[in-house]
């Protein structure tokens, strides 16, 4: 069959065979790879379109009054999907309506193989950013004149089709074998596209240079960088005059340049230190250009010294720019090459070996399992790095990943054909010979706290983002442990006949099952299992009883319970450590069990590698559930632990997760970092307080002796771009005006929207807020003015609701937690921040609470040398996300009149540049708002 229709549908709403009809019909036919036909009709729906669908496609009840009726128009719409496959992105909502419309009126419905093009972008073009298909069509660099009307999106289908098509031809013999063994669970019916595929391959006798193939998988052959780092040829002053001096190389390579005065303090700032041997801490506020400024000496300082620099960032996000952006840029300024590369955790890539295992089993593959195996198969054929991170796997296929990750590729043989084949070991050999590695705090962490096995040694490091450094450490010195993922790693083992581990390598030796010593197995691990339920069902219900005798603890998501050995009730704590001692045992009957597996096979068969190095892996596992058991509830605690467990409150009677992290982590980060490395610059737009950097030098650990700071401030004119509101009229909280308060914020949002055009991010300090006043806005906006997105409600990841909200010209994003900082929304999209509270930690949490009793007992103030400190930090953060260029305008409205009631209010003022501060009631704020704007 060579004809393909690609129908797309314009509806009053999602709900076919309910209330909902088509109003406009776009189809588009394919024959021999060319758009040959196509049609297009309006119809009556018979009903009132709504407004918010009139906003999106243009099209009101006017236009379709004297249309013509599905009814009138389904014999030539039938017509055209005769002899063909049927096309739409997303076909069960197209096809769906269709045959809802045709049953309507008596016609039979159709019965046409499909193609879905969304599941088949996300097979096919697994890299890209979003499967939208306005997102695709700018990613595919498809034009799109006319989104969200019927043909205008079935043309583009169709040529997104095409485009499928002809990467699906592109595709190696093998990549199209392994999908051939998928296809029967996807959705589209694709297998006669690729039989075909396969048939051209099997006679093509040129092969690919850039691919290589073993055991049946194919793969991108890795780029071997031959350029070699050469030695700069000037002194690091005249680097500098040559960069950054008027018609130097960075006013005339990068484009759009504005020559920003603290970039080069900042340079110099880095350098110096990295020669005094001296740590630095240096803040750059927005727009400083930080990123470059620490580049260029660091890449100078690696090169000439001829030693690795490790630079180490929080988010992904910013380890992308630095790799993609700023180092190709930085190549542009200088003239000596240099060798930059990233480098990860071993989660994080993948293990061809493991996933060579797991497609040769399929049958009891999901439909999210077989997605995730044919993105990977594909994605293989362009990735050189084999990072996940490159791609949007489906929600449950991130579970799937960890099982072909190289964490499962522990004590891998280097005589092992799969080890010259291991990404996570490429990229290890990448780093080695680098000279600027650049990595997460996470594995920065992971590394420092394991004796420095896991990156290649350095003396000097940069830290970006370096206000996450003590949560990170702290988390990564720590503990967790967490139900669901005791539960998997029992699952994996499986029992003796159920095609997971131990059935799968009995499976590889004739006779095994019959001669080893197995009987036993099956009922130890039904009892670990059991025994798992029972601790964390008992472990839910004693923290939710706790939870009923102190009111103090949150009502809703997530409630935190911090214990102590000698505090908690004698009775149930001891039959809960009773239970943790049982399950323990079976664990370790579970180790012996494997033990005896492998000395069986290696005395009785020809014992396989690959078998003896699961076998390891797992043993690892248990024994390191066993060790965070035993930390946790049986070795006597310090006061440098705090412990706590968190349950999901209305959730499973088993979601519980366990904790344990150091209570000040700063004499540890001392002892095995700043003391032991020769210079470590710590940077980020927030590090001090009150234009001090005290809090997050004792936080951190850092003594003053070899100690430079420096403070870089902004080039933007802070007094011309910003407003500062705050409202005297807002109900006080403090004397239980929750509900009120809440409205205020609502009527407050709203008069905001109505003279900003919506561009409004709303900053909530919780999520339970965040959720009522979503409800209220709902309720009194004007749906079909303003698009209202808000975290947690509207489906989609913090990237890609931003980038919804700058889709939408009137759009008002209510975010919590992450939002409050790595949210860049330049330009016109953003012109208010309102910030609802000041961003003080919950009392109650274990961690803020521990740390706050810690502080008391050294006879310090909790507030002022902790939680206050903490707060004006985050404050920055969300103080930052409104101005991001030298043309951006905007106003910061808050809500919590502390900033300017309460004592501690003015850190807040002066640790935000200096900005015109309104304190009025609300009627006066909006008129002045409407003023200014």
């Not at 043989?413 to 799969?418: G, K, L, Q, T």
């Not at 412990?643 to 009677?653: L, N, S």
């Not at 929750?738 to 055009?757: N, P, Q, R, V, W």
């Not at 609470?849 to 400190?869: C, D, H, R, V, W």
């Amino acid at each position: 069959m060579n004809r393909y229709v690609v129908i797309d549908l314009e509806t009053t709403g999602n709900a076919p065979g309910k209330e909902d009809r088509i109003i406009e019909v776009g189809i588009v036919v394919i024959e021999n790879d060319s758009i040959v036909d196509s049609y297009s009709t309006l119809l009556n729906p018979k009903k009132e379109i709504p407004l918010f669908i009139t906003n999106l496609t243009g099209i009101s009840d006017s236009d379709v009054a004297y249309a013509p009726s599905f009814e009138d128009n389904a014999d030539e719409i039938i017509q055209l999907f005769t002899d063909s496959y049927l096309i739409a992105h997303n076909v069960p909502f197209d096809l769906g309506f269709l045959n809802v419309e045709l049953e309507n009126c008596g016609k039979p419905k159709l019965i046409n193989p499909v193609l879905d093009t969304v599941e088949l972008s996300r097979i096919l073009f697994p890299t890209s950013p979003s499967f939208k298909l306005s997102q695709l069509t700018e990613y595919l660099e498809i034009n799109h004149n006319e989104p969200h009307r019927a043909l205008s999106d079935a043309f583009v289908t169709a040529k997104l089709f095409l485009k499928l098509k002809e990467k699906m031809e592109s595709l190696p013999y093998e990549t199209i074998v392994q999908l051939l063994h998928l296809e029967k669970t996807l959705k589209s019916d694709v297998y006669e596209l690729l039989h075909n595929c396969q048939e051209k391959l099997m006679f093509q006798t040129e092969e690919d240079p850039n691919m290589d193939s073993y055991h049946g998988i194919a793969y991108r052959r890795s780029k071997q960088d031959k350029e070699s780092p050469m030695t700069p040829d000037c002194s690091f002053g005249e680097l500098l005059d040559e960069i950054y001096e008027d018609n130097g190389t960075m006013e005339q390579k990068i484009v759009n340049y504005e020559k920003r005065p603290g970039q080069r303090v900042m340079s110099e700032t880095v350098f110096d230190a990295f020669q005094g041997h001296q740590h630095a801490f240096i803040e750059a506020e927005t727009g400083t250009g930080k990123s470059l400024a620490y580049l260029i000496p660091t890449i100078y300082e690696a090169i000439t010294e001829n030693k690795r620099i490790v630079i180490s960032t929080f988010t992904t996000q910013l380890q992308t720019q630095l790799l993609e952006d700023e180092i190709p840029m930085i190549r542009q300024l200088v003239r000596f090459p240099f060798k930059a590369t990233l480098l990860k955790g071993k989660s994080h890539y993948i293990s061809l070996e493991r996933l060579e295992q797991e497609l040769s089993h399929t049958q009891h593959d999901n439909y999210d399992i077989t997605l995730t195996k044919a993105m990977i198969v594909v994605w293989l054929t362009d990735t050189v790095t084999g990072d996940i991170d490159e791609i949007q796997l489906p929600s449950s296929g991130y579970m799937f990943f960890s099982r072909i990750s190289a964490d499962m590729e522990d004590n891998i043989d280097p005589s092992s054909p799969w080890f010259s084949r291991s990404y996570y070991q490429k990229a290890r050999r990448r780093a080695q010979q680098a000279n600027i590695v650049i990595t997460n705090h996470a594995l920065l962490c992971t590394d420092m706290f394991n004796d420095y096995q896991l990156l290649p040694s350095y003396h000097k490091a940069i830290i970006d983002e370096a206000h996450h450094l003590e949560d990170t450490a702290s988390r990564h010195y720590g503990l967790k442990l967490d139900y669901v993922h005791l539960q998997y790693m029992l699952n994996q083992l499986g029992k003796v006949e159920d095609n997971k581990l131990i059935s799968k390598i009995l499976s590889h030796y004739n006779g095994a099952r019959e001669q080893l010593p197995l009987e036993n197995w099956d009922i130890v691990l039904e009892e670990a299992k059991h025994e798992t339920d029972d601790l964390f069902r008992h472990l839910f219900q004693y923290v939710l009883d706790q939870h009923k005798s102190d009111k103090s603890l949150s009502d809703i998501g997530r409630t935190q319970y911090r214990f102590e050995d000698g505090k908690e009730i004698p009775d149930k704590w001891n039959v809960i450590k009773e239970m943790v001692t049982r399950l323990t045992f079976y664990l370790r009957d579970l180790i012996h069990g494997l033990a005896l597996i492998e000395f069986h096979l290696v005395k009785q068969f020809d014992f396989q590698t690959e078998d003896k190095e699961e076998i390891q892996v797992h043993t690892e596992h248990l024994q390191e559930c066993i060790d965070r058991l035993e930390q946790l509830f049986l070795i006597a605690q310090t006061d440098k632990q705090i412990k706590w467990i968190e349950i999901e409150t209305y959730g499973a009677k088993n979601a519980v997760y366990l904790y344990s992290e150091p209570t000040d982590v700063a004499r540890v980060l001392a002892d095995h970092f700043f003391q032991v490395k020769d210079s470590i610059i710590l940077t980020s737009a927030t590090l001090t307080m009150k234009q001090s950097f005290d809090f997050i030098q004792a936080r951190l650990g850092v003594s003053s002796e070899r100690l430079i700071t420096q403070k870089i401030a902004s080039p933007f004119s802070y007094q011309d771009q910003v407003q500062l509101m705050v409202p005297n009229d807002f109900p006080d909280i403090k004397y239980g005006k929750m509900d009120d308060f809440i409205y205020a914020t609502c009527e407050a949002i709203l008069s905001l929207a109505e003279i900003t055009k919506g561009r409004m991010l709303v900053l909530f300090t919780s999520y339970d807020m965040l959720k009522k006043s979503h409800t209220i806005l709902k309720e009194s906006l004007d749906i079909g003015k303003y698009a209202l997105i808000a975290q947690g409600i509207s489906s989609g990841s913090r990237t890609r609701l931003k980038k919804n909200f700058q889709t939408f010209d009137q759009a008002i994003l209510l975010g919590t937690s992450s939002f409050w900082e790595g949210v860049d929304i330049p330009g016109e999209a953003l012109s208010c921040l309102m910030i609802v509270r000041l961003p003080f930690q919950p009392p109650d949490h274990p961690v803020h609470e521990a740390k706050s009793t810690y502080l008391k007992e050294q006879g310090k103030n909790a507030f002022m040398e902790f939680s206050l400190p903490n707060a004006v930090i985050r404050f920055k953060q969300g103080f930052g996300r409104l101005i991001r260029s030298t043309s951006d305008r905007g106003i910061v409205f808050v809500c919590d009149t502390r900033i300017i009631k309460a004592r501690y209010g003015k850190y807040f003022i002066e640790s935000i540049p200096n900005v015109p501060l309104s304190y009025e009631t609300t009627p006066l704020l909006m008129e002045k708002a409407k003023k200014w704007f």
